[in-house]
Every structure is written in C-alpha cells, then in structure tokens.
C-alpha cells in the first residue's frame, strides 16, 4: 500500500458539530525511518490520538494547550473515556509570541535542516538549548515568564523581545563581573612616555558592590581601543577618537588625539599616535574601553543580534524573507583581557561598554583558545550620550 492510500479512522459521527468528531484519523501510513526499528515500520498515530493518552499514562494533571487546540478538547475526552483512563484537565491559553523571532516547530525545523542557522543550539533560536548557548540564566527566563502572565485574548499577542532581553540583563546586571575586550583593535600609541612606562589602575569587579572584589588593569605605552571609538575625522558630536581631541579612558588618564592613520584601501582607521596627559585635571565626554599590549590575549567573539529585521515573521507571505543579514557578526581579532584565562565554559561577563557575554562551549580554555556569544547589549544610553547621537558617518 502507498503512503496515504489507507488510514485507520475512529467511527465518532460525522454530523457532529464538532469537526474533529467526525470520524477522526488514528492512524496512516508514512515512509519514514522510525526512531527505533527503522524501515521496517510505517504505520504511525496522529497527534490528536496520542496527545491525550500519553498525558493520561504519565499522570499529567492539567494540559496546558494553546486557543487553536480547544476544539480538539471534546476529542481528547472521548478517546480516553472509549479506553477508560484517567483524564487530566485540559486548559487553553493563548500562545506566547515574541517579536523578531519564530517559535513554531516547523518554521524552527526549517531554519535548522536547511541550514539557516546553526544547530537547534543556535543562540539565535529561542530554544531551551539556544538560550542557555546564549547565556540566558533561568531566573532570567522565569522573571520574564512572570511578566508576560497568561491570557486568552487570542494568538495574536505579541510580546517585544525587548522584554525578555531586559529581564536578562537585569540579572546578569547583579552576577557578572565587569572587565574589558576590544571587538576590533586600533593600536594607541602614546609618544611622550618609555617603551617601559606601566601604570597600574585597579577597578572594581562589581561597581555598585566594590566589597565583592577588584581587578588591576594597566596602561602602557601602547594600548588597544575599538575602532568603533575611532574616527580619522573629526565631526561635530562625535567624542570618540580623532584628530584633536581629547578622549578618557576607563580609570585612567585623558589623552590628546595628534594623528590617526587609515588603510588607503578601505579607509578604516588602523593606527592612532596621541600625548598621555598624565597631570592634566581635564573632564572629558567619554571614557573609553581599552586593553593595554601586557593585558591583551586573543580571542573570538560573536555578535548574536535578533535573527529576523521584521517585528512579526509570521505576517510575511514567506517567513525567511526576514531574516536579518546581521543576526551574527565574528569578530575574529577581538582581544580580551588576561583575567578572563581562567575562565570555563559557560562562565559570564560583562565587557564594559559593549554587553554581557558568556563562553561558547566552541571554546577550548586549556589550549587558550577562548570564543564568546553575547548575550544581550547594554542600555545604548551612555554610549549614545558617550560618542554622540548626531555623529555623522
């Protein structure tokens, strides 16, 4: 027999008013290997037929379902009422969505076997396995589970995803410890100090909580700042690094921009020459990451943003024109700091200025080879205040 050239139905009533009563499919026919004797099997039973005495056999006390489902309630009860077994409650709830992203099983099965993105441990996919990859903790993910409560307004509801990321990084706010990691380096070199000059700076690890412990940072002749802090031009509102101004560094000392160099080809900024300005008493708009040449090690970084540009992919004719092009962007150069050596997979951070990242299970530590996710950026507040909102690029 062919695969659906025959079905096994369950004889209900096919005037009934309810149309999954009329005389319901059990069981069809697919050629599709089974789990555990292969090819040799194909005669598989319909969700709607297993769904209820599965949650019977394992004692399930309430079944919790979403709105689409509750015309299938009157079937659920009559399959175990025919078989006499116990019957949970069954409730239906709306379902949750959540912007920028998808949550069906298919379109997840989709994105996975076609390749568009990485395992069902993607980072970028809000699977169980794709969260914790990402660095999501499980207070996180209740604390906004509790916000979003339940309700039975339909399945349209959508939630922003910015509720979740910020119920993520109010708990990642109170247990990770900040330290320092350039995503793309340009070199600073400071012309009026030695070859040798060290300046030692110690930082809390937790700066509303100083008495949980501090770290030491030191500035050298060279460091390394992130080129998106650097600018070959200068622009009005831009405070970052170019040429004449007068920048600060993380609890450190200010230092005066004399020259910025550019690569002639793609005329991205690659080496900068300043003064340390060790004794000036100057405030300055922003005080810059950085990691000085002693301090830095090497390392790779991921930059995990929402995976679909359009607020609700399910609108779409075809879900996948929204996919965002940038949903992950390797740093590959990054740097991070030496402190970070002894860290372990899953193991999380914050860098200052740029978010909180967590390490990859990719990662390798006792052969130095460090790869970190981020988990969600900071509030853009104090960078946009930092490096201008008016910049122009």
């Known amino acids: 027999?062919?695969?659906?050239?025959?079905?096994?139905?369950?004889k209900i009533d096919m005037n009934h008013k309810n149309t999954t009563m009329r005389d319901p499919v059990a069981y069809r026919i697919r050629f599709v290997a089974?789990?555990?004797?292969?090819?040799?099997?194909?005669?598989?039973?319909?969700?709607?037929?297993?769904?209820?005495?599965?949650?019977?056999?394992?004692?399930?006390t309430h079944s919790l379902c979403t709105l689409e489902f509750e015309i299938r309630r009157d079937l659920y009860y009559w399959i175990l009422e025919q078989l006499e077994l116990y019957r949970p409650y069954v409730w239906e709830y709306s379902r949750l969505g959540i912007s920028n992203t998808v949550l069906s099983k298919r379109r997840l099965h989709r994105l996975v076997f076609?390749?568009?993105?990485?395992?069902?441990?993607?980072?970028?996919?809000?699977?169980?396995?794709?969260?914790?990859?990402?660095?999501?903790?499980?207070?996180?993910?209740?604390?906004?589970?509790?916000?979003?409560?339940?309700?039975r307004r339909g399945n349209e509801n959508i939630i922003s995803i910015n509720v979740l990321e910020h119920c993520c990084r109010k708990d990642l706010d109170q247990r990770?410890?900040?330290?320092?990691a350039v995503l793309e380096p340009v070199k600073v070199t400071f012309v009026n100090v030695d070859a040798n000059y060290l300046y030692e700076v110690t930082m809390p690890l937790f700066p509303k909580q100083p008495e949980r412990g501090t770290q030491v940072v030191t500035l050298t002749k060279e460091i390394y700042v992130d080129r998106a802090d650097v600018?070959?031009?200068?622009?009005?509102?831009?405070y970052g690094v170019a040429p004449g101004s007068t920048v600060g560094l993380k609890g450190a000392f200010p230092f005066k921009v004399?020259?910025?160099?550019?690569?002639?080809?793609?005329?991205?900024?690659?080496?900068?020459?300043?003064e340390l300005l060790q004794d000036a008493k100057i405030k300055t708009k922003t005080h810059l990451h950085f990691i000085s040449t002693k301090d830095a090690v090497q390392c790779e970084v991921r930059l995990y943003d929402v995976l679909f540009t359009a607020e609700d992919p399910n609108s779409l004719d075809d879900y996948l024109t929204g996919l965002n092009p940038n949903s992950l962007v390797t740093c590959h150069g990054a740097l991070m700091h030496?402190?970070?050596?002894?860290?372990?997979?899953?193991?999380?951070?914050?860098?200052?200025r740029l978010g909180f990242f967590v390490v990859d299970p990719d990662s390798v530590p006792s052969a130095g080879r460090f790869i970190w996710n981020r988990t969600v950026k900071l509030v853009d507040k104090e960078k946009q205040k930092a490096l201008g909102t008016t910049a122009k690029k």
């Open 176 to 180: 990770c410890a900040r330290t320092m």
């Open 338 to 352: 030496k402190i970070l050596l002894d860290s372990k997979v899953d193991d999380k951070y914050q860098f200052q």
């Open 34 to 60: 089974h789990p555990h004797v292969g090819e040799k099997w194909c005669i598989y039973p319909l969700y709607d037929y297993t769904h209820c005495i599965n949650d019977s056999l394992e004692n399930i």
């Open 1 to 10: 027999m062919g695969e659906g050239s025959a079905s096994l139905r369950l």
């Open 231 to 238: 600018r070959s031009t200068q622009v009005d509102g831009f």
């Open 258 to 274: 004399l020259e910025v160099k550019e690569d002639p080809k793609t005329k991205q900024p690659v080496s900068v020459t300043a």
């Open 114 to 151: 076609e390749k568009y993105v990485n395992g069902w441990d993607d980072p970028r996919i809000l699977t169980l396995n794709g969260l914790r990859r990402r660095g999501y903790t499980p207070e996180a993910i209740n604390d906004f589970v509790d916000l979003c409560s339940v309700t």
